[in-house]
């Protein structure tokens, strides 16, 4: 994700094992489609990393010095497209919730106020109920 024209995705690690069975999928797709990933996305560094003995998975680096860990293992091929592509479409920030947190069907008992709102018309109406 681009951020004032600042890409947010820096580095991405991709651990993996040259033999176990967990990085099967992840080994059948690094000479195809993640070669075209990353010819599509120059602004991100990527390093293969092989750790023997270890499950497959992403390390991520953000502009902020964030770092988001991904584990792969059992992921399927398209899968693992999806969590990299994931990743480059966030900024590393945790989510927000946005708008109120409290919602009710009810309306205020003081009424809706507008700027256009004649308090006289209204204070007359109400002493002439209370007579």
């Given amino acids: 994700m681009s951020k004032n024209g600042v890409w947010q995705l820096q580095r991405v690690a991709i651990n993996y094992c040259q033999h176990s069975g967990s990085s099967k999928h992840i080994r059948n797709i690094l000479p195809t489609q993640i070669v075209e990933f990353k010819e599509a996305n120059p602004q991100i560094e990527f390093e293969e990393v092989v750790k023997s003995g270890s499950h497959p998975s992403f390390l991520a680096t953000y502009a902020s010095g964030k770092q988001k860990f991904v584990p792969l293992r059992g992921r399927e091929e398209d899968k693992i497209i999806k969590h990299l592509q994931n990743l480059k479409d966030t900024t590393g920030n945790k989510p927000r919730k946005f708008g109120d947190r409290y919602i009710t069907k009810t309306e205020s008992i003081q009424g809706l106020w507008h700027p256009f709102l004649d308090l ?12």
């Fill in 120 to 131: 006289k018309n209204v204070n007359e109406q109400q002493q002439q109920q209370q007579q």
